[in-house]
């Protein structure tokens, strides 16, 4: 698409004429140039927001013409003219063609995509390479494995070397060590920056310190520009379990924690591909991935649960109850009264005398809310009642509280959940 | 014929007893030593039997009548054979008739108490042992019955040589059989075991202060006894049957499987796999070794099944109690069930320590093998690394308080009452009766203070859970924390404190600091104040009241009244529960069992929830956290649960509106004061 | 190559913990678990040893803390009476003495936690070891399932309860966290009679760490919600938003079916319904 935009000064002045029998016409042509908005708006020749105040609102019932200015309806909306207003990226594209020095990042790239650790460890990765306007170094992100992110230069990747044979997949710390070490050897970053996050740069970030010899900082927070240590910058990690703050200079290699820096979102980069001179030596592997284990989320520990699906006095139809908990991954839970009638076993028992419980969501069906259950939910992000009381403490716990027999909720909400996953399966 | 055979008969038995009387005494000296004084004792034995005993079995008036009879018949028929056919007085001119006559009366009365022991036995109820025991009556009547036959000639009621010789085989076979049961079986293990037992145990037993004098007092000894953990060679609790001291041992063989403690007992009640008396017959088969296959009473209930099979588990002295894997002697979930709540103790007539054997037993399963069940290891892990059971912060223990601007005793030093809060003080339902307790002693213009986050758990969780160390880690802690500061009494609404406080610490404080606290539960505090006529209360309007006694507050510290004249005073008529005063039953939250959490059948606090609701109350009054929290978690319940202390501080007059007592000294001219 | 069934032999590395509230010391929480993981094993592979080892200064405190591990051992027979103190100066790296250790007495098995409650705590010990013995390290364990000629099959935690199965040739270094089964009790008579059998480690002082400023951490900011509104509208409206956690919505005289779909809806945002 051309970037040039061409004045036409017939239409102009026909969509400055109402009575104009092609007005509307011309006022959606011009729309179109604006980079497809509706033709309330379109970016005028030199670059200004133009606007048409006669094409804002719509008819109201009455006849009578309204302007809603909460943004919910958009201007113009003639039917037929449905066009979504593309929003114009409007963030500078930055190209570091002969970078001073590198900053290395293995993103974890949880389920193939930048996870947000990833996105703020790049984030931090940024500050580091802008550092020194003159002499930028450049973001490299070795990624393993395939993955499915599209917008790697969005989040601040200058060059991408990705490795995407087979032995890197799964738990392969050793073959991954291998190729770092090898990146090292061929491009030896100034910095290498893992995301201190389980199972993911926590583990391949030590290794490959040790491998390198250097004594990496973990549980990296924050960091700042000093000119007195080695490369300049000191930091300040996390550690004898979160108690303590310890400030050092930024070693090579740090392991930083979720939220170390803010995402880039105002560059975009270039993300260009990049490629190893040597192969990577095949290491011997001594740990053996023999794949995932199949669990059952009802089986996995209280504590642990990411989502909980509650069972108390309320509940009659255990059978429904266990089958949604089934449909939607949840792991179950209960109320004391729950598994002292027998229904639920004692270490589903959620509360201050059973399980103290984390759960992103807590979705508690029939639970009236004792203090002590109340006491054991505290520390859950979404609490969601079911509750046929709307009096009851649950419901004034809840961020989202249904009143209504607990049975029929469940069972719409799983024929919906089924509804929606035949759909996506339709549709893939 | 008789009279050659009768003292021979007589002296063998006597000699077979003796026999079997020292070797149940070795049985027993195999526990552990235990200094009690052996002659203080033996004297106070009649004392102890006649007044203390009896004031227990007293309670059934027609079992008592019954006892007095058959025992009191048996215990004069026995020494007077002896000294009529035994020794030959009653050949005697002057003596025979005399002693022979009175023989006859002690046979007699024996006899008639003897059928009033056969009725009982005709219909027993469940409680109530079989087997052997169902032949008691047969053996006491043969005895009673023969006996007064062959004194018959004695007294010349009959010639001499009345009937033939095969009479006399007869009569003889027939006191033998009674001769066997009563002397003979008293040593070597019939039913009868229990006078001699009982006797001994009366006599040498491990708490004397449970007895009365003749100057009065006493009646009441319920601190467990503290394990010394500065001896490390001395054992942990119990493991074995030896390791009980000698005179538990002899307590347990003393029981008479009346099955008192089974009827009262909470767990059992419940369906928890607990039955104090098959508990203590346990004991009994691993003193003497063997299987429990000859029990004759109801089993331990076990989890809705109906009762674990009588036979499975056996033992002897030196082997384990509780097994590692498979079954020993009990299982383990037994000594868990119980809640402490002392009904056994308080029902038994022998004077059995229940409480004590249970918790001894589970000192060892906590400190040796750390077995604690269910929940309680995280709440030990807290009361050892927060100094309280749910591991809050201890700076976080007077949250609650925070706009109520309580006086600190550290800023103070000295006040009139000390303000134990207890663990409460963590817990949100519990945080509303600590306010009203504030509310009424303010309203009284009392000089309080409290601990702040100087105070710690009482141990009282711990000790029950058989953390005995732990328990002496917060005891001596907080012995140190009180020796710091003058005050003249403690009050605290919780009982489980209380009781720590007042009976337990007293046998840790140091040279430095005795441990002997003046401690009042908040009713009898209250209750003080109001016959002070400190506080006015507006009349009570409210419904139907019950109260229930806690059995830490009850039970273990004889508390019945203060709560009940509490209540009259805020005008509120009580319709008191079936089992309430000293026989109230357990509401299933003390020794731990709520964190143990051994299923049953059924819920305690559910149970106890339906006996409130037979008194067709609205509005059941309490004076513990836990009763609080355990009957508030009873769901669909009938009644209310309020605390006295919330009730009093709702009817409470506020002293504005009265004359005015003179100023009220603040607490900053009170540091002042102090200062100066 | 070692028959089946055969025990093998394990070291625990155990470190002083700190309680996170009160801060008072205690086993630490991972190191207790991994203790669990080989008291475990060792149940199921008789014949398996365990040693219990610990580099650090000897003091009053860690004592009681290092009893604390050996009140685990309440079953006598282990040989787990005893706990291997390799004694250092307070300050004292202890990756070259247990290193030494562990390289002259060859467990098969290294089990420890995955970060220390102390000091740097910053997990690197482990990898460290690895390093320096030329072990396999498998971190994140949840069980050990067999050990069987000389290879272990282990679980390995993922997030949301999911486990994924290894198998690594011994000799090897795993760490456990918060996954693996909950420690045992500690009881007080077998820690209290247990002993600490103290030998010198190596000491070397860890010159670096001491270079660093310590201070206890400050709590970090929270993040706030960047707002890149294209209108002032957006931007006014985003900063006018009600604050998180006010009361929630309450869903009265709805149909079940509105009801689920309210639900649906915060399940969706909230991405815990997998697809």
Known sequence: MSEMCRRDPRREWIARNRLHPEHASALAALGNIGGGGAASEWLGPSGVLRRNPHGVGFIGPNGVKRIDRSGAQQGGSAPGHGRQAVQQDRRRHVEISDPAFLVAVVPDLTGGRLSGHDKDLLGLARRLADDDPERPGAVLAVVFGEHKEERLGEAGIDRVLHLGAETYAGFAPEARLAALTAVERELAPRHWLLPDSPLGGADLGRRLAQRLGERPVTGVWQIEADVEAPLGWRCTARGAAERLDIRRPLPRVALALAECAEPVDETRHAAEPLSLGAAVPIALSRIEDLGQVAVDPAGVALAEAEFILSAGNGVKDWEGFHHAARVLGATEGASRVAVDDGFMARDRQVGASGTWVTARVYLAVGISGAIQHLQGIQGCDRVVAINLDPGCDMIKRADLAVIGDAAEILAALVAKVEQQRGGQRDAA | ?676 | ?275
Request: aromatic share 6%; proline share 6%; with cysteine.
């Open chain 3, 1 to 275: 190559m070692r028959p089946e069934q055969q025990g093998i032999e394990m070291a625990v590395l155990v470190s002083v913990g700190r309680h996170p509230i009160t801060g008072r010391a205690r086993r630490a929480d991972q190191d207790a678990r991994g203790l669990e993981l080989a008291l475990c094993l060792e149940g199921r592979l008789p014949g398996s040893r365990i040693g219990l080892l610990h580099a650090g200064p000897r003091s009053e405190e860690s004592e009681a803390a290092l009893r604390g591990y050996l009140g685990m051992a309440a079953d006598a027979g282990t040989g787990l009476n005893t706990l291997t103190l390799l004694e250092q100066p307070e300050g004292s790296d202890a990756i070259p003495a247990l290193a030494d250790h562990l390289s002259a007495a060859m467990p098969q098995l290294v089990i420890t936690g995955t970060r220390a409650e102390l000091g740097e705590g910053s997990g690197l010990l482990p990898y460290a070891l690895a390093e320096r013995l030329g072990w396999p390290l498998v971190n994140g364990l949840a069980a050990v399932e067999k050990v069987e000629n000389g290879v272990a099959t282990l679980l390995q935690a993922l997030p949301r309860g999911q486990r994924r199965r290894l198998q690594v040739r011994l000799p090897a270094i795993i760490c456990v966290d918060a996954a693996a089964p909950a420690a045992r009790q500690s009881a007080f008579g077998p820690a209290r009679r247990g002993e600490l059998e103290a030998t010198p480690g190596a000491a070397e002082l860890d010159h670096e760490l001491a270079g660093w400023q310590v201070a206890p951490a400050r709590k970090r900011p929270k993040r706030l919600k960047i707002i890149r509104a294209a209108s002032a509208r957006d931007r006014f409206k985003a900063a006018a938003a009600k604050a998180e956690g006010g009361s929630g919505q309450v869903l009265e005289g709805v149909s079940s079916e509105q009801g689920a779909e309210a639900i649906f809806t915060l399940l969706h945002e909230e991405g815990v319904l997998r697809s």
């Open chain 2, 1 to 676: 014929m008789l009279e050659t055979l009768l003292p021979i008969l007589i002296i063998t038995a006597l000699a077979l007893a003796v026999i079997g009387a020292w070797r149940r005494i070795r049985l027993w000296r195999q526990g552990r030593p235990s200094a009690v004084p052996l002659f203080k004792g033996l004297a106070a034995l009649p004392r102890r039997y006649l007044v203390d005993l009896h004031h227990v079995v007293g309670r059934d008036k027609v079992i008592s009548n019954t006892h007095v009879a058959t025992a009191g018949g048996f215990v004069a028929a026995a020494v007077l054979m002896i000294l009529v056919h035994g020794l030959g007085l009653g050949s005697s001119e002057r003596m025979g008739p005399v002693l022979g006559g009175l023989l006859l009366l002690a046979s007699a009365t024996m006899f008639v108490g003897s059928l009033f022991v056969a009725k009982r036995r005709r219909n027993p109820p469940a409680r109530l042992s079989r087997g052997p025991w169902m032949r008691l009556p047969k053996s006491l009547m043969a005895f009673s019955l023969s006996v007064f036959l062959i004194t018959l000639p004695t007294v010349g009621v009959l010639p001499q040589d009345a009937g033939s010789w095969v009479l006399a085989l007869i009569l003889s076979a027939v006191l033998v059989w009674g001769l066997g049961e009563m002397v003979f079986g008293m040593t070597w293990g019939g039913p009868m075991k229990h006078a001699f037992a009982g006797a001994l145990h009366l006599a040498f037993h491990r708490r004397a202060e449970r007895f009365s004098t003749k100057h009065g007092g006493g009646g009441r000894s319920t601190g467990l006894k503290a394990l010394d953990l500065d001896d490390e060679r001395a054992p942990l609790g119990v493991e074995k049957p030896a390791d009980f001291t000698w005179n538990q041992l002899l307590g347990f063989d003393a029981c008479v499987q009346c099955g008192r403690c089974e009827a009262v007992c909470p767990a059992f009640a419940a369906g928890q796999p607990l039955n104090p008396k098959k508990l203590i017959q346990d004991m009994v088969v691993g003193l003497a070794g063997g299987s429990d296959a000859k029990y004759a009473g109801s089993p331990h209930p076990s989890q809705g099944l109906g009762g674990k099979p009588v036979g499975e588990h056996h033992g002897g002295p030196h082997g384990p109690i509780v097994a590692r894997e498979g079954t020993a002697l009990v299982d383990a979930e037994t000594l868990w069930a119980c809640t402490t709540c002392r009904a056994c103790v308080e029902e038994c007539p022998m004077m059995i320590e229940h409480v004590d054997a249970i918790v001894d037993m589970r000192r060892f399963l906590t400190l040796e093998r750390g077995e604690t069940p269910n929940k309680a290891p995280e709440v030990l892990d807290n009361l050892i690394a927060t100094d309280n059971p749910g591991g809050f912060a201890p700076g976080s223990r007077m949250n609650w308080a925070a706009d109520l601007n309580l006086p600190l005793i550290a800023d103070l030093q000295q006040v009139d009452v000390l303000l134990w809060l207890g663990d409460g003080a963590f817990d949100m339902r519990n945080q509303r009766t600590l306010r009203a307790l504030v509310k009424v002693l303010r309203a009284a213009e009392v000089d309080f203070a409290v601990l702040g986050n100087e105070e710690r758990d009482s141990g009282d969780v711990a000790r029950r859970l058989g953390d005995e160390a732990t328990f002496q880690s917060l005891a001596k802690r907080n012995i140190a924390t009180l020796a710091k500061y003058r005050f003249q009494q403690i009050v605290t609404c919780d009982p489980h404190s209380f009781h720590v406080l007042g009976n337990e610490y007293g046998e840790l404080g140091g040279p430095g600091a005795p441990a002997r606290y003046d401690v009042r539960h908040h009713s009898t505090y209250i209750a003080e104040l109001y016959d002070a006529g400190r506080l006015a209360f507006s009349p009570w309007k409210g419904g139907r009241v019950t109260y229930h006694d806690p059995c830490y507050l009850g039970r273990y510290n004889g508390e019945y009244e203060a709560p009940r004249r509490v209540l009259e005073a805020l005008g509120i008529p009580l319709n008191e529960m079936e089992r309430s005063g000293f026989r109230s039953r357990c509401c299933g939250g003390g020794g731990g069992a709520p964190i143990t959490d051994i299923p049953g059948e059924r819920r305690i606090p559910d149970m106890r929830m339906n006996d409130v609701k037979e008194t067709g109350a609205e509005l059941v009054a309490v004076g513990c956290p836990q009763c609080t929290a355990m009957l508030e978690g009873v769901v669909d319940k009938t009644a209310e649960v309020r605390d006295i202390a919330e009730l009093v501080a709702d009817a409470i007059v506020m002293p504005s509106a009265r004359p005015r007592r003179g100023e009220r000294c603040s607490p900053g001219s009170r540091t002042e004061e102090v200062v100066s």
